[in-house]
């Protein structure tokens, strides 16, 4: 199988060798290697024209987007043009952030797994952060969550959940829309992900009412939100993030932002999050 690689790429200098280093020592490479370097002000670029220089796979795009960075559309707008620069002839696409050490047999596992079921839709690892001098697990989400850091997508799933959203909670309903339409998301615990720096380490104030947006533009509603909200303000151990996500929600509801998904779709949402969380309850 022929996989693509995407890396948006937003001051990530200190990064970013050691990334494509990973991917370059692969024992099944990727066929393309594209970095959006979007808006740097360090010496990303340099540093992946080093890389490009020796190796054909490897390939910089250089964006001007805004400075400002907010999680999910930032991103996956870099993503995408990336993506819009390659050809349609890979059985698999990867949205890969620029902050990672990949173990070698990484790829070799993620085609295995495609090869084995032709029902899965996406793949992914976990990610490990340093903390005094040991790599322990990135607790930020249940276990059968793919991280937005690392994502594969067999083709035939991507075209049909619509590429990826450029909104907060793109991470999200990606895998809420693959299990739509009966895809399978697979989460492989052997595959452990180097995350060199903690997740929205660079986000600003403004973007912490972005998760209460994110659960109702999945058409979570209220009662799923509140759990919702309570449950990942405790997980990054800061309580009263919770009530920064409820208002969130509710300045998205009272503007009428327009959700990611359709009415159905968000009624399959909010039966498949009720059935989830019953699941956990009576275990």
């Given amino acids: 199988m022929k996989y693509y690689v995407i890396i948006p790429a937003h001051n990530e200098a200190k990064y970013i060798a050691q990334t494509i280093t990973s991917l370059l020592d692969q024992t099944q490479a990727p066929n393309k290697i594209v970095v959006v370097n979007d808006h740097s002000t360090d010496e990303t670029a340099s540093i ?8 054909t796979s490897i390939r910089l795009l250089s964006i001007e987007s805004d400075a400002i960075h907010l999680p999910g559309s930032k991103v996956i707008r870099a993503f995408q043009k990336g993506f819009d620069t390659v050809d349609d002839h890979y059985d698999v696409i990867v949205k890969l952030d620029a902050d990672l050490i990949l173990p070698t047999n990484y790829f070799e596992t993620i085609i295995s797994h495609f090869t084995s079921d032709d029902a899965i839709g996406m793949i992914g690892g976990f990610a ?3 903390k005094n001098n040991e790599w322990i697990l990135e607790n930020l989400t249940d276990k059968d969550h793919i991280r937005g850091a690392f994502k ?9 959940i619509g590429g990826l959203k450029p909104a907060m909670g793109w ?10 339409y009966g895809w399978k998301v697979i989460t492989d615990e052997s595959l452990q992900v180097k995350h060199l720096k903690p997740t929205g380490a660079n986000y600003n104030k403004a973007a912490r009412f972005k998760q209460g947006e994110a659960f109702y533009s999945l058409g979570y509603g209220f009662p ?3 759990i919702a909200s309570l449950k990942l303000a405790m997980m990054k151990k800061q309580p ?6 409820v208002q969130g929600f509710w300045k998205a509801k009272a503007a009428n932002k327009p ?3 359709s009415a159905e779709q968000a009624n399959f949402i909010q039966n498949y999050r009720w059935q989830k969380m019953k699941e956990k309850i009576f275990q």
């Fill in 48 to 55: 992946v024209e080093n890389f490009a220089a020796k190796n």
């Fill in 128 to 130: 490990y952060i340093e």
């Fill in 152 to 160: 594969a997508y067999r083709k035939k799933c991507f075209e049909q």
């Fill in 171 to 180: 991470d999200t309903v990606d895998e809420l829309l693959a299990k739509f």
């Fill in 224 to 226: 799923i939100t509140v």
């Fill in 240 to 245: 009263l993030l919770f009530f920064d996500y």
């Fill in 259 to 261: 959700l990611l998904v």
